[in-house]
């Protein structure tokens, strides 16, 4: 069975049978049952393969991370993936590092024979790059705002964010609370969160202790061991860590294990990413957890509007939900 033959049925042109199936506004109600009702009746399937070559797409979309072994990327990851299947799309995944040379490879057109757009996380390229980049073809940025930069962007308030996980430490009568994660590496988000941190020591009238702030390498496991690690033998007190991601914070609670120290009694763990490791551990993660979900649905969805033409507004900045899920580190 062909478009033809449903169209016919229904008395309507193929491109009005094309208008249903692509879900399009304008159509009245009484067209769109006669449609649905042929393409029931005669057991019509579209073949969305077939259907995007002749619309000159691929039907693959790149999702460009930064580095898929921490689990918050392969998450977001594997969310991206489950919106794209609605719109029968695939998602070619790349990984940055974080690398100037490979972000601007990924931008500039590496592989654009492959794909119809782009969902990409930067770290380092410079703003007139992310507008070529948009330029080139539909591209949604993750992450967060370094630029004030005409393209669509889907963001967490990592300073609110930041704020709260300190906020929630302080409740709990801690004060000497260390930060980790302060790196060059992943300037941008590390950045925000630790002015959150800032903030949130200030308005309980607290100064920040330079010895108290450290860096965390490439953000793994290890990172967080070795920071906590320094931290102890630098012997400067403290009975908190708020840690910038949650491999970090895991890492941090195997050294205290370590050390004989007990989390949350001698010292409480908050983490950032709400990763499903992070339910598991022992104690379980006190953690701030993004909206994942909303973040694929939202980068998705909006590449798909610009990709149909359905969007007539001017790129946008979505900040999207984050909360604190108390659990048993801290």
């Known amino acids: 069975m062909s478009l033809k033959d449903v169209a016919s049925l229904a008395g309507v042109s193929t491109k009005t049978v094309s208008n249903v199936l692509n879900d399009r506004p304008h159509i009245s109600a009484g067209t769109r049952r006669r449609v649905e009702e042929a393409i029931a009746e005669l057991g019509y399937r579209p073949n969305p393969a077939a259907r995007l070559l002749k619309q000159g797409r691929t039907g693959v979309i790149a999702l460009a991370i930064p580095d898929i072994e921490l689990p918050y990327f392969a998450e977001l990851a594997a969310a991206v993936h489950r919106v794209a299947e609605r719109f029968d799309y695939t998602v070619l995944l790349d990984q940055t590092g974080g690398d100037e040379d490979k972000e601007r490879l990924v931008a500039t057109g590496f592989r654009a024979h492959l ?28 992450g967060e705002r370094f630029y004030d930069v005409q393209v669509d962007h889907i963001a967490v308030d990592n300073v609110a964010a930041g704020r709260d996980a300190v906020r929630h430490l302080l409740s709990r009568g801690r004060e000497r609370i260390a930060m980790i994660g302060e790196d060059e590496f992943y300037a941008g988000p590390a950045g925000l969160r ?118 007539d507004d001017s790129p946008q900045l979505f900040s999207t939900a984050h909360r604190l899920v108390v659990r048993e580190s801290a």
Do not use: W
């Not at 930067?122 to 330029?135: G, I, M, T, V």
């Not at 895991?250 to 050390?259: E, F, P, V, W």
């Not at 007990?262 to 709400?274: I, L, M, T, Y």
């Open 194 to 311: 630790k002015r959150g941190y800032v903030e949130a020591l200030s308005e309980a009238g607290l100064d920040v202790d330079d010895d108290l702030v450290l860096s965390a390498g490439l953000f793994q496991r290890i990172d967080g061991m070795r920071a906590t690690q320094r931290l102890l033998d630098s012997g400067t007190p403290f009975d908190a860590i708020f840690a910038f991601n949650d491999t970090l914070a895991l890492g941090a609670i195997r050294c205290l294990h370590d050390h004989g120290l007990a989390v949350p009694d001698d010292v409480a763990v908050v983490g950032f990413d709400d990763v499903e490791e992070g339910r598991f551990s022992t104690p379980r993660l006190t953690t701030i957890a993004p909206d994942k979900e909303q973040i694929a649905e939202l980068a998705v969805t909006r590449l798909m509007g610009r990709l149909r033409g359905d969007l």
């Open 115 to 142: 794909i119809d757009g782009l969902i990409l996380s930067p770290l380092s390229l410079q703003p007139e790059e992310l507008l070529d980049c948009a330029a080139r073809r539909p591209t949604v940025l993750l």
